[in-house]
């Protein structure tokens, strides 16, 4: 384009802008014109005034104009991406204050949603004049107080303090009343009088407003001017930033999610035929077969001793148990330099065996419900040995602790018994020889 047509371009740019602003100069001398035609316009000065602000206030409403090309959709969608926005940030800080304590998320979420809602109108609103939903929809706010020129007025400081006063201090206020009336009403004493006369203000402030926020969306839903109660009070709306902007929607970030969910669908069909956890198993056991192979380069002496991956825990402790709350530490150093304050490997309540049942054929012995879980999640394919590294398919209740008795004496068995029991037999021994005496004196006698 040559200078000459870029002049020119710019010329008829300014003059459709001049003739937009003449002929809205024009409606707005019509429509007082008609307002001081009517008859009600001339009541005294009380009823006057009213009817006058009445006949206004019936024009903006059935009043078209405003609706093109700033449409309604845009409008409200930029509201739902600002409430989008703020939960995933609040979600993000609440991520990151769990390092310093659950509790501080639950605690003091209205202070956390007053710094990003400062935060982000001071990065949108204040300074561009737009909310960051109002920016992917193409719009901006503008000062509508004067309809000749309001395409192009940025809102006052004035206008701006009045919006960041309500939409982020009030709404922080508002909640802190509320978890106060809240507190006060159901604590186990009766409520005040007067806090009970609070409850009932608010709940009817509350209702109010809820009241004059619907109607005034209906208003906007008929000419599309302010999109909420507190634009239309404060007179700033929201306009197209750029007037070439392509109103038509983009489909292509719904085709890519059609696409994505296609994909997990079929991967969840297809997951079940081909056996995940079988290919699991043998890639498993194929690197367990490889480690076999590297251990044999070992000298002989070491044959022998177990080679598990836990093999240097106590014998009360169970591995899995141990494993399971510390899967990153698996040689003697580190659990040393874990229990280090407590003097070295010792056994706690969390890891200890519960239940004992030992493995078939390396009866090594582990908690039942550790290792039915572990032999169960195997389908039969087994499961290698924490402690001494065999695979294990079967277990049975440890048989450690119980004595069996032998029913048969031989004649060079060993007896073991107390020393009580050893002093009632010499006792009893010593009686029965004594009365071998007394029946052999008697019948000497006899």
Request: glycine share 8%; charged share 25%.
């Amino acid at each position: 384009m040559t200078s000459l047509d870029f002049a020119a371009a710019q010329q008829r740019v300014l003059q459709h802008q001049q003739a937009q602003a003449t002929a809205a100069h024009a409606a707005l001398q019509a429509q007082r014109a008609r307002h001081d035609a009517n008859p009600l316009t001339r009541l005294p000065f009380p009823l006057g005034a009213a009817s006058r602000r009445g006949l206004v206030v019936w024009d903006d409403v059935k009043g078209r104009g405003g609706t093109k090309p700033a449409f309604r959709v845009g409008q409200v969608d930029s509201e739902l991406l600002d409430e989008e926005l703020l939960e995933l940030l609040k979600g993000q800080v609440g991520e990151g204050l769990k390092l310093f304590g659950s509790h501080i998320q639950d605690e003091y979420t209205p202070e956390i949603l007053l710094i990003l809602r400062a935060v982000l109108f001071k990065l949108s609103i204040w300074d561009h004049n737009a909310s960051y939903g109002a920016t992917l929809q193409n719009l901006h706010y503008v000062d509508a107080r004067n309809p000749s020129h309001y395409s192009s007025s940025s809102p006052s400081r004035i206008q701006k303090s009045a919006y960041s006063l309500v939409t982020v201090f009030g709404r922080y206020a508002w909640q802190k009343w509320s978890s106060y009336l809240i507190t006060q009403e159901g604590g186990y004493d009766e409520p005040t009088p007067r806090v009970r006369l609070l409850s009932r203000l608010t709940e009817l402030f509350s209702t109010t407003h809820s009241i004059a926020a619907f109607a005034s969306f209906l208003v906007f839903l008929v000419n599309g001017r302010y999109r909420t109660l507190l634009d239309r009070i404060l007179r700033i709306r929201l306009m197209p930033a750029r007037t070439d902007y392509n109103r038509q929607v983009s489909f292509e970030y719904l085709n890519r999610q059609l696409v994505w969910h296609a994909f997990t669908e079929f991967l969840l069909f297809l997951l079940p035929l081909v056996g995940i956890g079988r290919w699991r198993r043998w890639i498993g056991r194929a690197w367990r077969n490889t480690k076999k192979l590297v251990r044999r380069e070992r000298s002989l002496e070491f044959e022998d001793e177990k080679r598990g991956e836990l093999a240097f825990l106590p014998e009360r402790t169970c591995a899995i148990c141990y494993h399971d709350q510390n899967p990153t530490s698996t040689s003697v150093n580190d659990v040393m330099a874990i229990s280090g304050a407590g003097g070295g490997i010792v056994g706690s309540a969390q890891t200890d065996i519960t239940n004992p049942y030992e493995t078939i054929p390396c009866r090594c012995v582990y908690c039942f419900v550790c290792i039915a879980t572990k032999l169960e999640a195997e389908d039969g394919e087994g499961w290698v040995c924490l402690r001494c590294g065999e695979l294990v398919k079967e277990c049975q209740a440890w048989g450690g602790d119980v004595i069996i008795p032998q029913r048969r004496k031989t004649e060079h068995s060993k007896t073991v018994s107390f020393r009580d029991d050893e002093i009632d037999v010499e006792g009893d021994q010593r009686g029965e020889k004594d009365s071998a005496l007394d029946m052999n004196g008697f019948e000497d006698n006899g």
